[in-house]
């Protein structure tokens, strides 16, 4: 993984070091968020919550500024005719 990271252009968005896996006592920052150099721009906080989450891993959550342009594509063969 550490090969796959070197060689891309990605860049760890994870900021401060709270820890992201809780398990049997255990405090582990494992998680990691990977984005393109140029997302950097738009990137504007990253935070483990305290709140629960039911499962070993934290929550991760993270916000973006700027536009992002949607488009919205209809596949009628995705469609479920049935639910009609």
């Known amino acids: 993984m550490l090969e796959l990271f070197l060689n891309s252009s990605m860049e760890i968005l994870n ?8 398990s049997a006592g255990r405090l582990e920052v494992i998680d990691i968020t990977l ?3 140029g997302l950097l721009e738009s990137f504007k906080s990253w935070e483990v919550p305290s709140e629960p989450s039911l ?10 500024v700027g536009s992002v342009l949607v488009c919205l594509i209809r596949n009628p063969r995705g469609t479920n005719w049935d639910s009609f």
């Open 35 to 37: 984005g393109s150099f």
């Open 55 to 64: 499962l070993d891993h934290r929550h991760i959550l993270f916000s973006l």
């Open 15 to 22: 900021q401060g070091n709270d820890p992201t896996y809780y």
